[in-house]
């Protein structure tokens, strides 16, 4: 059954902090993608990765950035978390470009 | 520019048949993908279509026309439990997938 997990359901932080996301896929997938869904917009693509160590930017890059060590393991940064950036975030992977995308639970971020 | 649009809400009563509508302009065009999401929870895969054409699959089907830049997800025998929003996302050449804002439905009995 494939799975990608992500760090965490709901988190809580403070204007200013370090934020990590971390999402794992266990399906040997190439692709790996971080969005943030908002009411009225949709999902919007931050990061996108093709390989280990390589990163392209989405629509939103602004104020994140990503980091891809390992093949199973994206994770997304906001590094200076701020309350614009409260949303839900979902990280998917797919096997090749028109691979259906696998998503994650979601993380909910409040940035107080 | 890139676009996908799709009407924001639609309503059905149970056992009906609905069909929510896709139009999309990209800059090429490599797929289209059809996502169900139920409210908390992440999206899912319904289907994909790349050459004009319906493709059905259980109570669920999708078209797709690339001249006509359209695509709709035909939903029969409506139960409750397809109240959901449906994504309509379009992969362009040479980048990631684009979604559409999505079309919240909601299944009465």
């Known amino acids: 059954d494939v799975k990608v997990t992500q760090s965490s359901r709901y988190l809580v932080k403070r204007t200013g902090e370090k934020v990590f996301l971390e999402c794992v896929q266990d399906m040997d997938h190439e692709n790996m993608f971080w969005y943030r869904q908002d009411p009225g917009l949709g999902l919007r693509l931050i990061y996108f990765?093709?390989?280990?160590?390589?990163?392209e930017k989405g629509d939103i890059p602004e104020g994140y950035s990503v980091s891809r060590e390992k093949k199973e393991r994206f994770s997304l940064i906001l590094e200076s978390a701020s309350t614009n950036q409260t949303s839900m975030y979902l990280c998917?992977?797919?096997?090749?470009?028109?691979?259906?995308?696998?998503f994650g639970p979601g993380t909910r971020l409040t940035v107080l | 520019g890139q676009n996908i649009d799709q009407p924001t809400e639609m309503t059905a009563t149970e056992g009906a048949i609905v069909q929510i509508n896709c139009t999309y302009q990209?800059?090429?065009?490599?797929?289209l993908f059809w996502y169900q999401q139920h409210a908390g929870e992440a999206p899912t895969f319904l289907s994909y279509?790349?050459?004009?054409g319906l493709e059905e699959k259980g109570r669920f089907s999708s078209f797709l026309s690339r001249s006509k830049g359209y695509s709709y997800l035909l939903l029969k025998e409506l139960q409750m439990k397809d109240s959901a929003s449906y994504l309509c996302a379009v992969l362009p050449a040479g980048t990631a997938l684009i979604f559409g804002k999505g079309t919240t439905l909601s299944v009465s009995s």
């Open positions: 990209t800059s090429g065009f490599n797929g």
């Open positions: 990765s093709y390989d280990v160590k390589m990163k």
């Open positions: 279509n790349v050459l004009d």
């Open positions: 998917a992977s797919a096997r090749g470009r028109e691979g259906e995308q696998f």
